[in-house]
């Protein structure tokens, strides 16, 4: 089974947990526990890549439309997505910005986050786990 993040090096699961959303760091291995915290974690894109630049325009928009129907099917309050560039090209939204969306799947919100791949240099652990504490406080 795939786990989410699980690349060494990623700081999802050490920002996850600095933000306030885990009571400890989480392994990769840990991430159906987020279920008991409230939380759940899928993909726009169920393959693994190194980098987001691997994944086509058309698999992000599949993805989008795939995503959008499990939001509608479980109603979670806030859907989060980490990668903007993702969230631009997947929901049609070019000029997006990070943080909370005006629009919504059915009344689910919507709050986008950079991707905390160690890749992603635009954004030290700080401040990733900044704009994480964000959504956590909105939570």
Same mark, same amino acid.
């Given at each position: 089974?795939?786990?989410?993040?699980?690349?060494?090096?990623?700081? !999802?699961?050490?920002?996850?947990?600095?933000?306030? !959303? +885990?009571? /400890?760091?989480?392994?990769?291995? *840990?991430?159906?526990? =987020?279920? &008991?915290?409230?939380?759940?974690?899928?993909?726009?894109?169920?393959?693994? +890549?190194?980098?987001?630049?691997?994944? +086509?325009?058309?698999?992000?928009?599949?993805?989008? &439309? $795939?995503?959008?129907?499990?939001? =509608? #099917?479980? #109603?979670?309050?806030?859907?989060?997505?980490?990668?903007?560039?993702?969230? /631009?090209? $997947? !929901?049609?939204?070019? &000029?997006? &910005?990070?943080?909370?969306?005006? *629009? +919504?799947?059915?009344?689910?919100?919507?709050?986008?986050?950079?991707?905390?791949?160690?890749?992603?240099?635009?954004?030290?652990?700080?401040?990733?786990?900044?704009? !994480? $504490?964000?959504?956590? $406080?909105?939570?």
């Amino acid at each position: 089974m795939q786990q989410h993040f699980g690349r060494p090096g990623n700081r !999802f699961w050490p920002t996850l947990h600095r933000a306030g !959303f +885990t009571p /400890r760091l989480f392994q990769p291995s *840990e991430q159906h526990d =987020l279920l &008991k915290l409230g939380y759940g974690i899928t993909n726009v894109v169920a393959r693994a +890549t190194a980098a987001a630049d691997e994944l +086509t325009r058309e698999e992000l928009i599949e993805g989008g &439309k $795939a995503l959008t129907r499990r939001v =509608l #099917k479980y #109603k979670p309050r806030y859907l989060a997505i980490v990668g903007i560039g993702a969230y /631009r090209t $997947a !929901f049609a939204r070019p &000029k997006a &910005k990070l943080g909370l969306q005006d *629009e +919504t799947i059915g009344e689910t919100r919507i709050w986008v986050l950079p991707n905390p791949s160690g890749l992603n240099a635009n954004y030290q652990a700080d401040a990733l786990v900044e704009l !994480f $504490a964000e959504l956590r $406080a909105a939570t």
